[in-house]
């Protein structure tokens, strides 16, 4: 006989209800607590992924070296204002503006 059949035979009978329900090893609801540890593992697991797929992978290059940008600087008739090799920083090209008279 299934479990809900049996359910109905006990009827209002709670202790053979009772029984009936510890025999099967199958649980009724998943609780709260369950649902949250859940929600926990996902959310770690999404974090986890998260982080990894950001840390892999190879540094990009710049697109352009100090030398080629102030070579372009010069070219177009800026001031190349240049930084220590092992700063965070980079040059700058600076232009001055047209005066109107």
Known sequence: MDRMGLMRRCGKTWSLCRAIRSRDIRPLTVGPKGSRASIRAWCL??????????ATGHPIPPAY??????????RTGGWWHGVPPDSLFSGFCEYSAPRFP
């Open 45 to 54: 697991l999404l974090a986890t992924m998260a982080v990894t797929a950001c």
């Open 65 to 74: 070296t100090q030398e080629e940008l102030a070579a372009r600087c010069f």
